[in-house]
């Protein structure tokens, strides 16, 4: 019994002992950062004055800046179209993103909405403005990335073709 005890009492030193070692396994390190999306600053088009282009669009003109072509688009389905390319959510300000263009949409030669469009990796938005002072910043949809995207391919495919087929000067 004597020896019992003893035995006890000696585990309950040892357990006691390994309770303040510190442990060989070093704590959870925390989760590696993701970086944060920037909250917009600006608030989303309203839905009224999409429904308003919907309805009663009757232009948008694209302007790029630095491609050698223009876009204009007066036929119902296009403008449409063009309109479902501003996305409902809020789109941050980002810094480091420059505008490729400028766009407008028209009600019956009226400026109704304008402002830049960003079209680069990680900048597809739209920031529009009242007075030349930002007021909107809309992200850009999937279908606007790609219409973009196809828009320039074509115009430097003809691009292209023009200078090849232009002869050369003497």
């Known amino acids: 019994m004597k020896q019992t005890i003893v035995f006890s ?4 030193v040892i357990a006691a002992c390994n309770q303040d070692k510190p442990t060989a396994t070093p704590p959870p390190s925390p989760a590696p950062s993701t ?18 282009l919907w309805n009663e669009g009757t232009q948008v003109d694209y302007i790029f800046y ?18 479902r390319h501003i996305a409902e959510q809020p789109a941050p300000l980002r810094p480091e993103c420059k505008a490729m263009g400028r766009v407008t949409y028209q ?3 009226n400026i109704v909405l304008e ?5 680069s ?30 828009q320039i391919k074509n115009a ?3 691009q292209q073709q023009v200078q090849q087929q232009t002869p050369p000067s003497h």
């Open 107 to 109: 009600i019956k030669g």
């Open 35 to 52: 970086p944060v999306e920037p909250e917009a600053t600006l608030p989303s088009v309203p839905l009224e004055l999409l429904e308003q």
């Open 156 to 158: 430097m495919q003809m």
């Open 9 to 12: 009492f000696f585990l309950i």
């Open 66 to 83: 630095n491609y050698p072509f223009t876009m204009s688009l007066s036929e119902k389905p296009s403008i449409q179209y063009a309109v």
């Open 121 to 150: 990796t990680g900048c597809t938005y739209f920031v529009f403005e009242k007075n030349r002072v930002k007021t909107y910043a809309n992200y850009m949809t999937e279908d606007g990335v790609k219409y973009f995207n196809e």
């Open 115 to 119: 402002g830049d469009f960003y079209f």
